[in-house]
């Protein structure tokens, strides 16, 4: 669906147009403006970074956030297709901070916290790109921590059970938890995450060095060391299409053998830097460490251990290891 021409066809903009009526006539919904709740009357912004994005997928997670009253927040994140350009300039209220480059999630995610801290937002809704999300999810989320924090807790994050779109051959994500009964995870997915700002503030910004994969993983360890927890209110559901889908044939496929290659660099790099910072559990390296060498000997089998992917996987292993973070080496980024 990548590059489909949005605002080309007359039925899907009028079909936009009639659902945008629908989400901003639809009866109110309990947006945070409820005052013995003591929650603020206006919803939280909404934090977005946009790379290559789907234009479809995007009218589909924008127009129910602006239907629920949120201001947009989009980090572009390099060059994006016409449809996309065009949708996101429908939106009057949003703030548009632009990069000619690819500067990976972290900075993107960053950049728009400090926007949001500036304009004195005390919570920030995060979504990725390919979420859809339902009428009314900041609301929810947000009773939820009010709730939490009324109980004493130090909450990092609350954010919802993400959930594959029902039949497009998504994987299920597993949830990493702390303690499933009470809902604490050792870190939340970033779509969906709604964070207090002064939480934000006191932990520190998401490693933007990582670039892309295991922003959230690194952040919610470093939040637990920090005193805070990670909550996923399992209640509450968000369609996110997590990794790349497959055949309804290969449903069980492994996350790994779906990533491109590029991908499965940043996740195997940024595997091994988590497994050096003193921060993080010796519990949870150790679990990282047998789940990645499991993936990395499914992922060589799988490619029949050709040259181009023990590479890789050296490569990986090697600058994670030794902390050389940011952007894939130029030999990686090629072959992919």
Same mark, same amino acid.
């Given at each position: 669906?990548?590059? $489909?021409? +949005?605002?080309?066809?007359?039925?899907?903009?009028?079909?936009?147009?009639?659902?945008? !009526?629908? $989400?901003?006539?639809?009866?109110?919904?309990?947006?945070? @403006?409820?005052?013995?709740?003591? +929650?603020?009357?206006?919803?939280?912004?909404?934090?977005?970074?946009?790379?290559?994005?789907?234009?479809?997928?995007?009218?589909?997670?924008?127009?129910?956030?602006?239907?629920?009253?949120?201001?947009?927040?989009?980090? *572009?994140?390099?060059?994006?297709?016409?449809?996309?350009?065009?949708?996101?300039?429908?939106?009057?209220?949003?703030?548009?901070?632009?990069?000619?480059?690819?500067?990976?999630?972290?900075?993107?995610?960053?950049?728009?916290?400090?926007?949001?801290?500036?304009?004195?937002?005390?919570?920030?809704?995060?979504?990725?790109?390919?979420?859809?999300?339902?009428?009314?999810?900041?609301?929810?989320?947000?009773?939820?921590?009010?709730?939490?924090?009324?109980?004493?807790?130090?909450?990092?994050?609350?954010?919802?059970?993400?959930?594959?779109? !029902?039949?497009?051959?998504?994987?299920?994500?597993?949830?990493?938890?702390?303690?499933?009964?009470?809902?604490?995870?050792?870190?939340?997915?970033? @779509?969906?995450?709604?964070?207090?700002?002064?939480?934000?503030?006191?932990?520190?910004?998401?490693?933007?060095?990582?670039?892309?994969?295991?922003?959230?993983?690194?952040?919610?360890?470093?939040?637990?060391?920090?005193?805070?927890?990670?909550?996923?209110?399992?209640?509450?559901?968000?369609?996110?299409?997590?990794?790349?889908?497959?055949?309804?044939?290969?449903?069980?496929?492994?996350?790994?053998?779906?990533?491109?290659?590029?991908?499965?660099?940043?996740?195997?790099?940024?595997?091994?830097?988590?497994?050096?910072?003193?921060?993080?559990?010796?519990?949870?390296?150790?679990? *990282?460490?047998?789940?990645?060498?499991?993936?990395?000997?499914?992922?060589?089998?799988?490619?029949?251990?050709?040259?181009?992917?023990?590479?890789?996987?050296?490569?990986?292993?090697?600058?994670?290891?030794?902390?050389?973070?940011?952007?894939?080496?130029?030999?990686?980024?090629?072959?992919?």
């Amino acid at each position: 669906m990548r590059g $489909y021409e +949005l605002f080309h066809a007359v039925p899907a903009e009028l079909g936009r147009i009639l659902l945008l !009526h629908r $989400y901003w006539n639809r009866p109110a919904i309990s947006m945070l @403006s409820e005052q013995s709740s003591g +929650l603020t009357t206006r919803p939280p912004p909404v934090a977005v970074v946009l790379y290559k994005p789907d234009a479809a997928l995007l009218d589909r997670l924008l127009v129910p956030l602006t239907g629920d009253g949120h201001r947009l927040m989009i980090f *572009v994140n390099g060059p994006i297709d016409e449809a996309s350009e065009r949708l996101i300039a429908t939106f009057e209220n949003a703030l548009i901070i632009r990069s000619a480059e690819n500067q990976g999630l972290g900075f993107g995610l960053n950049r728009l916290v400090e926007a949001a801290r500036d304009e004195g937002a005390s919570q920030i809704l995060l979504m990725d790109q390919d979420s859809t999300p339902q009428p009314g999810l900041a609301a929810r989320l947000a009773g939820v921590l009010a709730s939490r924090q009324a109980q004493g807790r130090r909450l990092a994050v609350v954010g919802p059970r993400l959930v594959p779109p !029902h039949g497009e051959n998504y994987r299920r994500l597993r949830y990493a938890w702390r303690d499933k009964a009470e809902g604490t995870v050792y870190f939340t997915p970033t @779509s969906g995450s709604l964070v207090p700002i002064a939480a934000w503030n006191e932990i520190g910004p998401f490693r933007a060095e990582y670039f892309i994969d295991g922003i959230d993983v690194e952040w919610g360890l470093r939040a637990f060391g920090k005193g805070y927890d990670s909550l996923v209110a399992s209640e509450i559901t968000l369609d996110h299409r997590w990794g790349e889908p497959t055949a309804a044939c290969e449903a069980r496929t492994p996350q790994i053998l779906r990533y491109p290659r590029l991908r499965c660099f940043f996740y195997i790099r940024n595997s091994a830097a988590m497994l050096r910072l003193p921060y993080v559990a010796p519990v949870w390296k150790l679990k *990282v460490s047998g789940r990645l060498a499991m993936q990395i000997g499914l992922l060589l089998f799988s490619r029949r251990f050709g040259w181009e992917t023990r590479q890789l996987v050296w490569r990986a292993l090697r600058d994670g290891w030794h902390n050389r973070l940011g952007a894939a080496p130029a030999e990686i980024a090629a072959s992919s």
